[in-house]
């Protein structure tokens, strides 16, 4: 079979026009998406109080998902292992199920040099575990703190609209600790012939 040099011509245009249509479709997906959400209301929140708390107006968005009718609320709480002033803005909000909301942690690290730390979360009651739905937090991965820096670190959950009636308190601790104690010591510097 003999493939003349203008078929070759005519198929490698016509991979370039789709490869450049592929391109553009894949640059216009960002402003398409942010355009879907303003109209839907997805991914839509309110500015911060002067608690550093956001919640998702619900005159904005009418999500459907949230249960108005019904309040919990939810303890913040919080431990540090370690050189650091570590607390919430706030000791306690109170959340319909299904909103979404947000919560600052602030902590400061007390010490002349830099530190890695991480946080663990824990939930009391138990059973409510299931139902506390973190959507971003700065437990999530590891934190650097420089020397004597302060860092306000966001918690944004939701409270899943399935949470028994009978539970009505969720704590939700943290305990902060410093990364790399009691680690491997570092290798040896290499010593220099003479």
């Not at 249960?67 to 913040?76: K, L």
């Amino acid at each position: 079979m003999t493939v003349t040099y203008s078929a070759n011509r005519q198929i490698l245009l016509k991979l370039l026009i789709a490869s450049v249509m592929m391109f553009g479709f894949g640059y216009a997906l960002v402003p398409m998406y942010k355009a879907l959400c303003e109209v839907t209301g997805i991914n839509v929140v309110t500015s911060k109080n002067d608690y550093g708390i956001r919640a998702i107006s619900p005159n904005k968005v009418g999500n459907t998902q949230v249960n108005y009718s019904r309040t919990v609320t939810i303890e913040f709480d919080s431990n540090s292992r370690g050189p650091f002033s570590f607390k919430p803005v706030k000791n306690f909000l109170e959340v319909h199920p299904g909103e979404m909301t947000e919560i600052v942690y602030e902590v400061t690290n007390n010490l002349t040099r830099p530190v890695r730390a991480q946080a663990i979360p824990s939930y009391a009651p138990k059973s409510a575990t299931e139902f506390f739905t973190k959507l971003e937090c700065f437990c999530f991965q590891e934190q650097t703190l420089a020397a004597n820096e302060t860092k306000k670190m966001p918690v944004i959950f939701v409270i899943d609209a399935g949470l028994p009636d009978d539970v009505k308190t969720i704590t939700l601790s943290y305990t902060f600790f410093e990364l790399g104690l009691g680690g491997t010591p570092p290798a040896p510097k290499p010593r220099l012939a003479s």
